[in-house]
Structures are given as structure tokens and as C-alpha cells.
């Protein structure tokens, strides 16, 4: 196992640089997630560490070592892709053991370990199988497994989820941290999706347009995002953002107040951030939720609308009767309102 250390790194396609001087340390051990909107450079980064990209500048270390010009097959990684790159003809058996035989080990030796990795996996019963006769699912284990036989330093994840329909991301994204307990790897993981990323991660990395906008545990994130992109992005459903004003200390709402600031802003206008499980039926001071769509989930129901003419999303343990176009008098827990400059999109309180 080691650590992995970004120190600066650029990178840049002619005159186009992607990569904006990024700075990411990961411990021994740990598992991170690299998330963004597509484009936003987090598969460029996980390839950098690869070595399937070159770095334009700045340095990446895994351990002690800087790796910038290593080969990739000598930098002591194992990368799990998107598309599961199985060999057709070869049994699940010999696609797992294909790498040790590549580099020279005995087939006794190849053997042990592709049980060892097999039955981690519940891939016992399927040695003798070729992909074809495999769901997607059983394949991206088998991926999984022609990675672990390679005792690696590094594990890296390439959005290894995103082929597989949505109950199968769930089970896999069980079974994907269940092996990091086991075997406690260093294991840096890509995806979009901020629920595997919430899920999954010891520590997450928020990017957009190549650069690293926060780093923390899914839960600072979720608690104290530092700016409007990283509040809007990580939380399901996504944070509600409305138009408010802070008065004598006071957080103003459509004239209703909604809460307090416990510092000195000032009076001034700012941006509101609500998450839709902080929104809470009925109480004191409340505000009125025109209802236009009602989603039903069996455990709680999701309520879209406006107030003052701003879209609302709520989510409520309830079950609700009400129809669209009619109201619901709501009421925001006060001590969970997240205040945003209204330019900067900064986090204020």
C-alpha cells in the first residue's frame, strides 16, 4: 500500500490546458473519490496517475516516489475501466490470472492468488466459465478481480459502475466497499454520480473545469459546502437555492424569517441554500408552498413547487394529501440555511 500525492499538476492539449494546477493528497489506505460534471477533469487526473497521460507540470507521487516518467506497468497500480476488457476466449480463471502470466509467475503461484481473488469476489462457482456466460455485474467482479491478483499499491476506479442498470450499482457499490475494509488498499475511484461518490468515499474531491473546488469527508460536504457549485452538487435531491435577505441578523424569506446569523453580515441580499429534507410541514412563521408536482416513494414523498414564484423542492416523511395547485404551509429548520454571496457564490455563514 501507499500514498498517492498531487503536487501542482497541469495538464494541456496544445494551448488548451484542462488541468489547472491541482494539489490532492491521499493517504495510505484511503479511499477517494474524484467527482465533477463531465469534463471537469477527474478522468484526465486518475489517468495521470495511470500513466496512460503524460503530465504537462507539477509532480505525482506514489509514496515516496515522484512517478512522472515511470512506465505504467511499473508503477505499482492496477486500474479497474469502464468497459470490463475481458478477453472473449479466455475462461474467467485465465482472464484473471492473464497479468501474473504476462510478467512471469509459475502457474502454481497464479493459481492461489486467482482463488484468493475469487473467492473475495463470490467468483468461485464461475472460474470455469467464459465472459459471454457472465452478467454485467459477475464481469465488472471479474475486472475486479484481475485487478486484486496484482497485489497493487494503487487501486484505480474508472466510472467501473456506470454499464450497469441502477439496482446493480447499488449491490456493486456494496460489494466495491466491502473489499476496501478487506483488504484496506489505497483506492482512488471516478465517477459523476455523487451518490457513489457519498457512499464510497473516506474523502471526496470535488472538481470542476480542472480544478479541485473542495476536499473533505462526504459529510463536511454535505454540511458546510464552500461554495453554490459543491452545495448544488453533492445532496439527492439537489440543494434548493433561493433569493433572500439578511436584515438586523435576521435570514428574510418572501417577508417571512427564517432563521438567524450568529455573525456579523450585514444588511444585504443573498442567496439561500435549502436542502429538501430541511423543509419541514406546518409551524410557526410559516411560508406557503404552491404545490405543482407530487412524487410519491413509498418512504417519503417529494414535493416540487414555488414560493414567491421560486421553484421548491421538498421532501417530507409524510404522505400527503394534496393535489398540484394547491398549498402546504411549510417551515425551514433555521439552524440548516446555507448563505451564498449573491456574485462570488462564496459560502457566508
Known amino acids: 500500500m501507499a500514498s498517492v500525492n498531487i503536487r501542482d499538476v497541469v495538464k494541456a492539449y496544445h494551448q488548451a490546458q484542462v488541468i489547472h494546477g491541482v494539489n490532492v493528497d491521499i493517504d495510505d489506505g484511503e479511499f477517494v473519490v474524484l467527482v465533477g460534471p463531465s469534463g471537469c477533469g477527474k478522468s484526465t487526473l486518475l489517468r ?5 497521460e503524460t503530465i504537462s507540470d507539477g ?23 469502464q468497459s470490463y476488457a475481458l478477453y472473449p476466449h479466455m475462461t474467467v480463471a485465465e482472464n484473471m490470472g492473464f497479468s501474473l502470466k504476462l510478467r512471469g509467475e509459475g502457474k502454481e503461484s ?93 474523502k471526496i474531491v470535488v472538481m470542476r473545469n480542472g480544478f479541485v473546488e473542495q476536499v473533505g469527508t462526504p459529510l463536511e460536504l454535505y454540511d458546510r459546502p464552500l461554495n453554490r457549485f459543491v452545495a448544488g452538487f453533492i445532496g439527492s435531491p439537489s440543494m434548493n437555492f433561493l433569493n433572500g435577505s439578511l436584515k438586523d441578523d435576521r435570514i428574510l424569506l418572501g417577508g417571512s424569517t427564517i432563521g438567524e446569523v450568529s455573525r456579523m453580515l450585514g444588511d444585504q441580499d443573498v442567496l439561500c441554500g435549502i436542502r429538501p429534507e430541511h423543509i419541514r410541514i406546518g409551524g410557526e412563521g410559516s411560508l406557503r408552498l404552491i404545490v ?3 412524487e410519491p416513494t ?49 459560502r457566508l455563514n
Not at 417551515?331 to 454571496?341: A, K, Q, R
Request: with cysteine; net charge positive.
Open 110 to 202: 497464479r493459481q492461489k492468488k486467482v482463488e484468493a481473488a475469487a473467492a473475495i469476489l463470490n467468483l468461485s462457482h464461475l472460474l470455469n466459465r467464459l465472459p459471454r456466460q457472465l452478467s454485467g455485474g459477475q464481469r465488472q467482479r471479474v475486472a475486479m478481480g484481475r485487478a486484486i491478483v496484482r497485489e497493487p499499491q494503487v487501486f484505480l476506479f474508472d466510472e467501473p459502475l456506470s454499464n450497469l442498470d441502477a439496482q446493480l450499482r447499488v449491490s456493486m457499490r456494496t460489494e466495491i466497499k466491502a473489499l476496501h475494509q478487506r483488504l484496506k488498499t489505497t483506492m482512488v475511484y471516478v465517477t459523476h454520480d455523487q451518490i457513489e461518490a457519498m457512499t464510497l468515499a473516506d
Open 298 to 346: 413509498g418512504a417519503e414523498t417529494i414535493v416540487q413547487g414555488t414560493i414567491g414564484g421560486q421553484s421548491v423542492t421538498c421532501t417530507f416523511r409524510e404522505r400527503l394529501d394534496v393535489r398540484p395547485g394547491g398549498e402546504i404551509a411549510i417551515t425551514v429548520d433555521p439552524g440548516c440555511v446555507h448563505l451564498f454571496d449573491v456574485k462570488s457564490e462564496q
Open 48 to 52: 495521470m496517475i495511470a500513466g496512460i
Open 292 to 294: 405543482e408536482v407530487i
Open 59 to 81: 509532480k505525482i507521487f506514489i509514496g515516496d516516489r515522484v512517478i512522472n516518467t515511470v512506465s505504467p506497468k511499473d508503477r505499482d497500480i492496477a486500474m479497474v475501466f
